[in-house]
Structures are given as C-alpha cells and as structure tokens.
C-alpha cells in the first residue's frame, strides 16, 4: 500500500511538502506541484479521505454511535470526546438501545448526517448486515467486533482469552453459579458459550439485568436459601458490585469467602473488593487506537492492521496495566 513517504521519495521532496499539495494548506511552488501531483497520478495514490480532511480543518464532525445501556458505552464516548477535543475537532452523538435495529438507526443516522468517521460500538447487529455496512461505507469504524475483511477499520479485544483466564481462576472443587444477562451481547454471548463449554466443574445459571440493585437482591436470597455458591461468575459488573457488597455486611466478621470472578470491572477502593477478581476490558484504548486508525495519513504496517488487546486481571484492589497489544 502507497504511503506518502513513498510518493516524497520519488518526488524528491519532503513528507511535509507532499502532505501541503495533497491537503492543498499551504502554498508550494507551482511546478513542484504540478511534479508531484503527477506521480500522485501515476502511481494512483489515494489517501485516506479522514486525514485529509482534519489536514484541511474542514471536517464536518466525527459521529460516534455507542450503547446507552451496556456498562462500556460510557467509555467510548468519554475516549471520543476526550479525542475530538483535543484534536479540535467537532463530534456528533447517537446512543443506542441494546437492540439491533437501535444500533442500526443510530450508525445509519450519522452517515446521513455526513459525519466521516463514523465510529460505532455495535453488539447486536448481525455479522452480514454489519458487513454489508462497511462495504458501502468506507468512512464506518467498529470498536470491538472484528468484521470480514475490514481489519483496518476494527480494533477489537481478545474475548477467548479473558473468557479461558476466567476459567483458570475457577478452583476444581468450586461449587459455582454463573449469572449471564438476559439478553446478552455479541462478545458477552461468544465469552459465555466458551465459559459454559470448558468450565470443568458443576455450575448453576441465573440470568439478570447488570444492576448493584439486583447483585445485591441476589446475594440475599442465596444467603437466606442456605445454597451458597463459593464461586460466582458473572459478565455484569454492577452485579458483581451488589453481591459482593452484601456477602461483606453478613460475613466480613467471618471467616467465610466468596470468589466472584466478573469482566470489565475496574475495582474501586472498597472493602469488598477482596472478594472480586475482574478481567480488565480496556474499551477506552480500543477507541482511541481505533480513531487512530481512522485518522492514519500513511499505510497501516501489518502490526496496526490487524489490532487485538489482551485482558489483565484486576484483583484485590491491586491495578495492572489495562492491556498489551499483540
């Protein structure tokens, strides 16, 4: 893939002065113009439309689609505004129901708008109709969904890899529950098919909305039910909260221990934490590496093309770093 260092090296000119005729910013010199929009026609170099348009400050507005209700979508926006801030760049928001056709009304909502890139977190829409998306839009960027073949416009997390760590802290004599939501996300379905098929040990499953409220609620019951589990496995992080909150008020005196093993939780300093091992989700680093990509002037490098982050584990309220990219 042509790069603008690739058309300075046969123009005999600076990256600087590439970037100037192809943004049209600055004057240049008639005919080094003219010599270097020629190779440009030669070599049929297309940059990225993105770039190009933050080079000449004349970008309508990046849109950004997020999840209103899935515990993540804060995140994304949080990252894009801090992003597009700092870039000055204008940003134009849609949320999105935990509903297909929601996340589909609120990407095709910015396209129309005329917003470029349009980055969005779509976990409901079905692989075809996500695909066919991408194909007619160029400027259309996912977070966290690897899409065929659009390796350079996804980032995505490494979700057998924080489902099979998952597993690994189940201890083999646990007598465990798993606690799924109700209507599960893409990533959150494909983490609990793998977690149900390997998990070795006799498990029990429950199915919830991500609440402290209902963790709480939960845990309630299964103390009063003389039933208690010593490992909960739970993709809802606001639940894992609940639960734990109230496991500490009955037996933090005790000697007693629960094991809750959730995903995406960043653990606050709170007493209950002990009773919490969480995978870490690192969406806000997917998103800022994800509208790096959408702003890349030059060719992706085989390592940037293909970007997947691998889960760490926040446990007892020790912090480990966020991710390692691969």
Request: aromatic share 10%.
């Given at each position: 893939?042509?790069?603008i260092?690739?058309?300075?090296?046969?123009?005999?000119v600076?990256q600087?002065?590439?970037?100037?005729v192809?943004?049209?910013?600055?004057?240049?010199?008639?005919?080094?113009r003219?010599?270097?929009?020629?190779?440009?026609?030669e070599?049929?170099?297309?940059?990225?439309?993105?770039?190009?348009?933050l080079?000449?400050k004349?970008?309508?507005a990046?849109?950004?689609?997020y999840?209103?209700?899935?515990?993540t979508?804060y995140?994304v926006?949080?990252k894009?505004?801090?992003?597009?801030?700092?870039?000055n760049?204008?940003?134009?928001?849609?949320?999105?129901?935990?509903?297909?056709?929601?996340?589909?009304?609120a990407?095709?909502?910015?396209?129309?708008?005329g917003?470029?890139p349009?980055?969005?977190?779509?976990?409901?829409?079905?692989?075809?109709?996500?695909?066919?998306?991408?194909v007619?839009?160029?400027?259309?960027?996912?977070?966290?969904?690897?899409?065929?073949?659009?390796p350079?416009?996804?980032?995505?997390?490494?979700?057998?890899k924080?489902?099979e760590?998952i597993?690994?802290?189940?201890?083999k004599d646990?007598?465990?529950?798993c606690?799924?939501?109700?209507k599960?996300a893409?990533?959150a379905?494909?983490?609990?098919?793998?977690?149900?098929?390997?998990?070795?040990?006799?498990?029990l499953?429950?199915?919830?909305?991500?609440?402290?409220?209902?963790g709480e609620?939960?845990?309630r019951?299964?103390?009063?039910?003389?039933?208690?589990?010593?490992?909960?496995?739970?993709?809802?992080?606001?639940?894992?909260?609940g639960?734990?909150?109230?496991?500490?008020?009955?037996?933090?005196n005790?000697?007693?221990?629960?094991?809750?093993?959730?995903?995406?939780?960043?653990?606050?300093?709170?007493?209950?934490?002990?009773y919490i091992?969480s995978?870490?989700?690192?969406?806000?680093?997917?998103?800022?590496k994800l509208?790096?990509?959408?702003?890349?002037?030059?060719?992706?490098?085989?390592?940037?093309?293909v970007?997947k982050?691998l889960?760490?584990?926040?446990?007892?309220?020790?912090?480990?770093?966020?991710?390692?990219?691969?």
């Amino acid at each position: 893939m042509l790069t603008i260092k690739d058309i300075a090296k046969k123009a005999g000119v600076s990256q600087a002065t590439v970037s100037r005729v192809i943004n049209n910013t600055k004057t240049v010199k008639q005919e080094t113009r003219r010599h270097i929009e020629q190779i440009i026609k030669e070599l049929n170099y297309k940059p990225n439309p993105n770039a190009v348009m933050l080079g000449k400050k004349n970008i309508y507005a990046i849109g950004i689609a997020y999840s209103k209700y899935l515990n993540t979508g804060y995140k994304v926006l949080q990252k894009a505004e801090a992003y597009t801030s700092k870039k000055n760049i204008p940003i134009q928001v849609k949320s999105a129901e935990p509903d297909a056709n929601s996340e589909l009304d609120a990407i095709t909502s910015l396209l129309s708008y005329g917003c470029s890139p349009v980055v969005a977190q779509a976990q409901y829409i079905d692989d075809t109709t996500l695909r066919n998306l991408m194909v007619y839009y160029p400027n259309l960027y996912i977070i966290d969904r690897f899409v065929k073949p659009f390796p350079e416009r996804c980032v995505t997390f490494d979700h057998q890899k924080a489902a099979e760590m998952i597993i690994d802290f189940v201890q083999k004599d646990s007598n465990c529950l798993c606690i799924n939501d109700i209507k599960p996300a893409f990533n959150a379905h494909y983490r609990e098919t793998i977690i149900r098929e390997q998990l070795e040990v006799p498990f029990l499953e429950h199915r919830t909305t991500d609440s402290f409220n209902n963790g709480e609620n939960l845990m309630r019951d299964l103390i009063s039910s003389n039933d208690m589990p010593n490992t909960i496995i739970t993709d809802l992080p606001s639940t894992a909260m609940g639960l734990a909150s109230v496991f500490y008020d009955h037996f933090s005196n005790s000697k007693r221990h629960i094991n809750i093993i959730t995903f995406g939780n960043y653990c606050s300093p709170s007493p209950f934490n002990a009773y919490i091992t969480s995978v870490t989700y690192p969406l806000a680093l997917l998103t800022e590496k994800l509208l790096d990509k959408a702003f890349a002037l030059e060719a992706l490098t085989d390592e940037q093309l293909v970007q997947k982050f691998l889960p760490t584990i926040n446990r007892s309220q020790s912090y480990t770093s966020n991710a390692l990219l691969l």
